[in-house]
C-alpha cells in the first residue's frame, strides 16, 4: 500500500522558517521523482518544488526559488523541504507528491500523493 505521509507544518511568523518532510512507503522510492505541491484558500494546488531520483536536479516554482530548497534522503524514504524566509502568501496545504520516471511540474502527471500539512505565515 503506497504511503506518502506529511509532517512539520505550522504556525510560523514572516521571515521565519519550517522543514517540511514526507515519509514515503509501498513503493521503490529511490527510482522514484518527488515533489511538493500546495494549496492556498480558494486557490488551485501550485507546483512548489522536484527533486530527481537521485536528487541530481531540482526545480523549483520562481515565487519561492532561493528562499525554499528541497532535498531528499533515499535511504530513509523521505524528502524535505526547507522554507526560509517565509511570507504570508506562502500560507497554504503543502502536499508531498511521486512520480516516475522524468520530473514534472504539472499536477496530473504524479501518481502518489499525501493528504497535506498546513502551513500558516503571519505577519
Known amino acids: 500500500q503506497v504511503q506518502l505521509v506529511e509532517s512539520g507544518g505550522g504556525l510560523v511568523q514572516a521571515r521565519g522558517s519550517l522543514r517540511l518532510s514526507c515519509t514515503a512507503s509501498g513503493f521503490t522510492f529511490s527510482i522514484y521523482t518527488m515533489a511538493w505541491f500546495r494549496q492556498a484558500p480558494g486557490k488551485e494546488q501550485e507546483f512548489v518544488s522536484s527533486i530527481t531520483y537521485n536528487g541530481g536536479k531540482s526545480d523549483y516554482a520562481d515565487s519561492v526559488k532561493g528562499r525554499f530548497t528541497i532535498s531528499r534522503d533515499n535511504a530513509k524514504n523521505m524528502v524535505y523541504l526547507q522554507m526560509n524566509s517565509l511570507k504570508p502568501e506562502d500560507t497554504a496545504v503543502y502536499y508531498c507528491?511521486?512520480?516516475?520516471?522524468?520530473?514534472?511540474?504539472?499536477?496530473?502527471?504524479?501518481?502518489?500523493w499525501g493528504q497535506g500539512t498546513q502551513v500558516s505565515v503571519s505577519s
Open positions: 507528491a511521486a512520480r516516475r520516471p522524468v520530473t514534472s511540474t504539472l499536477r496530473k502527471d504524479y501518481n502518489y
